[in-house]
């Protein structure tokens, strides 16, 4: 019997998917965390803990190091909130071109029997332009990128993409009407609106800075439905208060960037739809059960994707440091207790490694075998799985 424990408000839906061969929230000593917005940072792993789901795309609340020393495998379920950060991506695009939120703000506060006359007076303060022709920078097209991008181009857009990392998958969801840039400045000099879709990491916070701005148009309104630090904020108010930029919208905000007429922040509601929250906590679900009995690994934080099928009695899993001579004295250890490996897969990602080997047979003292590779230096966890 597997032991889950959630944290915040994981949606039934995503509960229910659980087997038979689950209990939730009857232990603190979980074999698997499914969790969404809680901070871990703070919180004791316990060693017990093998898997840990996040609801959502991002993973800033989880502390990976420690969970990898820990030997737990991270993960997030990309694209589960992805339709719904694109349907505000492009709610905020329309509202930005056509001045809403300014037009809003004015009606709500010019009331009286003059109104009407007033506002036909008025309205030409609001006016806009419109999206037919214009040019879009998506910087970023993953799961929610390629939505925006689509959803633009659709729109009569002109739409520039950038993503370096760009895999087969991505390509295969862009349209075909969606132009590729081979840099950053490439992607900014022409744009009209830019929109972020990148993960956070060392690469890309403060990704959008001085240069980015320098090189972007005068009149360009930018949006970060991403996440916090990717654009400079500090620059993007210099980009501001030059007149060199128009707009800022961004779902994340904070204080210098707050009170502004030219800055629309959302207190990040991106993925904050119930069909989002159905979908992530269904597709963490998944995740876990799918690594626990079969210890196969795909969209991990912090293993490499390993897939290999599961045809033998027995599975031996470990995570380890991705360093060399692991494999060999896993074997050894392994043909030392006449143990013939029916079949070996590794992969590694940066510094952590991960090794799956089916066995028809394991002797009596599988528990010992299992100490002994869990007391090779440099190895994370090692798990006996039984099909």
């Known amino acids: 019997m597997y032991q889950i424990k959630t944290y915040n408000a994981i949606v039934k839906a995503g509960l229910d998917r659980f087997t038979d061969q689950y209990q ?29 789901a996040r609801a959502g795309a991002g993973f800033n609340n989880v502390p990976i190091d420690r969970a990898t020393a820990n030997g737990t495998a991270v993960f997030t379920t990309p694209g589960s909130n992805a339709n719904a950060v694109k349907e505000l991506m492009i709610a905020m695009l329309i509202a930005a071109s056509r ?9 709500a506060h010019n009331s009286g029997a003059d109104i009407s006359k007033r506002t036909e007076h008025d309205k030409t303060k609001f006016n806009g332009q419109e999206l037919l022709g214009k040019t879009l920078a998506v910087i970023g097209v993953g799961h929610v990128g390629s939505l925006v991008a689509n959803a633009a181009s659709q729109l009569g857009m002109k739409v520039i993409a950038y993503d370096p990392y760009l895999s087969s998958d991505a390509a295969w969801r862009i349209s075909t009407d969606i132009h590729r840039a081979k840099t950053l400045t490439t992607a900014l000099k022409n744009a009209d609106y830019v929109t972020i879709h990148v993960p956070k990491n060392d690469e890309t916070t403060g990704m959008i800075g001085a240069k980015e701005f320098a090189a972007m148009k005068d009149g360009v309104t930018v949006f970060n439905f991403a996440r916090g630090g990717i654009v400079n904020n500090t620059e993007m108010l210099k980009a501001l208060d030059s007149g060199h930029a128009k707009g800022y919208f961004t779902d994340f905000g ?42 196969n690994v795909q969209n991990s934080v912090n293993l490499p994707n390993l897939q290999v099928p599961f045809g033998t009695p027995y ?8 360093i060399p001579n692991m494999v060999g004295q896993i074997a050894t250890i392994l043909a030392n207790a006449d143990i013939n490996i029916e079949n070996m ?31 090779i230096d440099a190895v994370y966890r090692v798990r006996l799985i039984r099909k």
Do not use: C, W
Request: proline share 2%; net charge negative.
């Open 345 to 375: 897969s590794n992969a590694a990602k940066d510094k952590v490694a991960y090794t799956i080997i089916d066995v028809n047979h394991l002797q009596k003292q599988d528990a010992v075998i299992i100490d002994q590779l869990n007391a």
């Open 315 to 322: 599975r031996i899993t470990v995570m380890h440091q991705n």
């Open 24 to 52: 939730i929230n009857q232990t603190d000593d979980a074999d698997a965390y499914l969790i969404r917005s809680v901070n871990l940072h703070e919180q004791e792993l316990p060693k017990n803990l093998k898997v840990i």
């Open 254 to 295: 904070s204080d210098e960037i707050l009170n502004r007429k030219d800055v629309v922040v959302t207190p990040h509601i991106g993925g904050s739809t119930g069909e989002a929250e159905t979908n992530g906590a269904v597709q963490g679900a998944e995740i876990i059960m799918h690594f626990l009995e079969t210890g």
């Open 99 to 107: 001045n809403l939120f300014a037009a809003a703000d004015y009606a």
